[in-house]
């Protein structure tokens, strides 16, 4: 994934690419009128309260009736209850905008990755999508939800305060207005380093959050060889550089609030001055210079407020960038736009036809060259070879998680790349040589291979995958929570969990990749028995390099260095010689 250096001095999207987050606030703009409304009854009422001052010094202080002063101070109340109930309608509406704009966009980000293709997975660290997914969205919900509130509600001050001032006293507000552009200046000119720092912090972080995931997902393999104190080393080095690049933004931030204050207040002082011996010499009128400083004090928080937001809109607009980085990444295996539909009902034969695959992390290294085979329906075939032969890129190819760079795969005659993927990969089951577990009950975990399945049929597909037995010894049955990567089973209960999903799935074409490589001998012998009813009506393609459990296969294919160099039944190839017979005369004399 590109990422902008921090140091780029043409950064690809400055804050224009906070427009994009239109799409998540328009359908809540209701919200957003609600929030501008009570904005802008609250921002009255403030404005009103420099003027209840002036009247009071003026009028209240000056032989005027105790009457006269209760209600002066009763209409200062009623000012202050109307500004209450506004900022706190303006608060509710603004927040909950933030809150509803975050879970749209989230939702979004998150249904647009996992629609990626696994070449992107490949080229990216999980850890650093969950930080964008995470962190990221964070920030930009603190600027939809709180910062872009502060910012508006301070530019209406600043231009309320500013046009009472000049109304109060234009001589004192054209003293104060000579301020503005000393003020303005430092916002722009440090503005832009801020956000090249903030972006550079945003991606410390990630880093990070990178490190956390990979090494705590492999937390037994750590420990088994005692890397503690290496990864605790690793992540507070990646810590220590966030903490770097943050200290580096809040540097610059703190510089640029710090003058901003110096300027405004400075100068403010130096107009108060002014009306204060305007005041001694009877030109200006007590309340007036009073009522004026409430306007300017108004008008120097709400520059200040600006000002502090605009570290916070500087930070989402570098978020923004790194969370659109993800929005334009396409995934290189999509539908076609007019997609032939498998024919009814679905045979099974397969056909390579002069397959050439390399995968895009390695150009050099053929996977798959001059591949041809011709799978018949219903037929049972083994794919047998050493390690890096091309046996899972068969695998890969048919789930089409990569298509052929030459040649072309067809299903029941359909090429792949004409089918829709949901169409193709729903007729196939998957028994991986990994098995994945989800932080999910049993059956639920069972249920991935058919989301509709009723319970009746997910304990069906355990008792047939033999997994029955061990899921009533559980505390909860099917009920039980199996933990974050099914922690809590063995590796062979995992790989029966994951034949009970190829056998609920009942998917015309079933891939097996060592299903049985995590099973004891007695185990195996039930699961085999398993299988052959699972394969039976279906055609099946089995990696194994335990060549006892593909003797039954009705052909099995040797493959090397991703050609098919035999095929045959396990006789025949004994028989041939070969490579097939040297892996089993390595296995089965050991």
């Known amino acids: 994934m590109s990422t902008t250096p921090a140091n780029d001095p043409k950064p690809r999207r400055r804050i224009g690419s906070l427009k994009l987050l239109w799409p998540f606030v328009k359908p809540h703009r209701m919200l957003a009128v609600g929030w501008l409304a009570f904005l802008g009854i609250s921002s009255s009422a403030t404005l009103v309260l420099p003027m209840a001052v002036r009247h009071m010094i003026d009028h209240g202080f000056r032989g005027s009736s105790l009457a006269a002063i209760n209600t002066s101070f009763i209409g200062l109340f009623a000012v202050a209850l ?25 939702a979004k980000l998150y249904e647009h990755v996992i629609r990626l293709d696994v070449s992107f997975f490949e080229r990216n660290r999980v850890g650093e999508l969950i930080s964008r997914l995470g962190t990221d969205t ?32 234009p001589r004192l507000a054209g003293l104060t207005a000579l301020v503005i552009p000393a003020v303005v200046l430092p916002i722009l000119i440090f503005g832009r380093r801020v956000q090249k720092l903030s972006r550079a912090s945003q991606d410390r972080l990630a880093d990070a959050a990178a490190i956390a995931n990979e090494t705590l997902n492999a937390a037994p393999a750590v420990k088994a060889y005692a890397r503690e104190g290496i990864e605790s080393g690793r992540y507070g080095n990646a810590i220590a550089l966030a903490l770097a690049s943050a200290r580096a ?38 309340g007036v210079l009073a009522q004026f400083v409430v306007y300017a004090m108004l008008s120097g928080g709400s520059m200040m407020g600006l000002s502090d ?35 009814q009902p679905v045979r099974g034969a397969l056909r390579f036809e002069n397959v050439d695959f390399h995968y895009p992390t390695r ?19 083994a794919l047998v070879g050493p390690s890096g032969a091309g046996k899972s890129t068969v695998f890969a190819l048919l789930l ?60 069906a597909a355990a008792r047939a995958a033999e997994a029955h037995d ?38 015309p074409l079933l891939l097996l990749d060592e299903a049985t490589s995590s099973l004891d001998a007695q185990s195996e012998a039930a699961i085999q028995q398993a299988l052959e009813r699972l394969e039976k009506g279906r055609t099946t393609l089995v990696i194994a390099h335990r060549l ?3 003797q039954r296969a009705d052909r099995i294919v040797v493959l090397d260095g991703g050609r098919i160099v035999a095929q045959g039944t396990h006789e025949s190839l004994l028989a041939e010689g070969g490579l097939y017979a040297e892996l089993a005369r390595l296995q089965f004399v050991a």
């Open 249 to 286: 933004r809040i540097g610059m931030r703190t510089f640029l609030t710090a003058a901003v204050i110096v300027l405004f207040f400075g100068a403010i002082t130096l107009v108060l001055w002014v009306g204060a011996r305007d005041v001694l010499e009877g030109v200006l009128d007590a």
């Open 309 to 343: 937001v605009w570290g916070d809109v500087l930070r989402a607009a570098g978020a923004m960038e790194r969370i659109n980085e993800l929005f334009h990444e396409e995934a290189s295996i999509a539908d076609p736009p007019h997609p032939q539909a498998l024919p």
């Open 400 to 459: 089409r998680f990569y298509d052929p760079q030459h040649g072309r795969i067809r299903f029941d005659g359909i090429d792949l790349r004409a089918m829709n993927l949901p169409d193709l990969r729903g007729a196939i089951a998957l028994v991986p040589q990994e098995t994945v577990i989800f932080g999910a009950t049993t059956a639920n975990n069972i249920r991935f291979g058919r989301q509709d399945a009723s319970d009746e049929e997910v304990r």
């Open 363 to 381: 150009p050099d290294a053929p996977a798959l060259h001059q591949f041809n085979l011709d799978i018949r329906p219903g037929e049972t075939v």
């Open 548 to 550: 006892a459990t593909v």
């Open 82 to 106: 109307v500004m209450a109930f506004a900022t706190a309608a303006r608060f509710y509406c603004i927040s909950l905008l933030g809150e509803r704009t975050l879970a749209a966009l989230r």
């Open 138 to 169: 964070e920030v930009v919900q603190a600027l939809v939800g709180s910062g872009i509130s502060v910012a508006l509600r301070s530019a209406v001050m600043l231009i309320g305060a500013t046009v009472a001032m000049i109304w109060t006293s």
């Open 470 to 507: 061990f899921i009533q010894m559980l505390p909860d049955g099917y009920d039980a929570e199996l933990g974050e990567r099914g922690v809590r089973l063995s590796g062979g209960q995992r790989q029966r969990i994951a034949i009970a999903r190829a056998i609920l799935r009942n998917a």
